[in-house]
């Protein structure tokens, strides 16, 4: 099993070929754009509240990552805040190949013909985050925004995506 690797610094997009160039428009760079603008909006205000509750200013670490079969991701955490135990908001934009019959499975209506392809190259992107606030009277927060995309099947001309 491959490892992801850390990075120093989150690179300015973690797509391939020509969608990574800062002007694309396809759907997967606009969704990209959009996560790494949700977790920094997010982030910007939990630290806000932090500030604003006397509590010293706690910030968020960030820890970056590639994945060796492509993409990456940004992992954001505070921690020990005044208001918020422990928060989280993280982005991440995989590459990878899933098989033929969990392709089948996640898309019936979309499967008829593919009995004898090959594996099916996907594309994952999404952001997500869980925080929990210290007073435990607060609601636990959570969401998960994605976006998935498959490729035709190899061994295929098409595939519904």
């Given amino acids: 099993m491959e490892r992801e690797t850390p990075e120093a610094a989150p690179p300015p997009t973690f797509l391939r070929g020509e969608e990574a160039s800062s002007g694309s428009s396809s759907a997967r760079a606009r969704f990209e754009r959009l996560i790494r603008r949700v977790q920094a909006e997010v982030c910007a205000a939990l630290e806000a509240v932090e500030e604003g509750s006397g509590g010293g200013g706690v910030v968020f670490r960030e820890d970056a990552w590639t994945r060796p079969g492509g993409g990456g991701g940004i992992s954001r955490v505070l921690q020990g805040g005044h208001v918020f135990e422990k928060a989280a908001v993280n ?8 098989p033929p019959d969990a392709y089948r499975a996640a898309r019936p209506d979309a499967a008829a013909g593919v009995e004898k392809a090959g594996p099916v190259p996907f594309f994952a992107a999404g952001v997500s985050s869980v925080i929990h606030p210290n007073n435990p ?16 099947p190899q061994g295929t001309t098409s595939a519904a995506k």
């Fill in 91 to 98: 982005v991440s934009v995989v590459y990878g190949v899933m």
């Fill in 137 to 152: 009277f607060a609601p636990t927060l959570h969401f998960n925004y994605r976006y998935f995309e498959t490729e035709a």
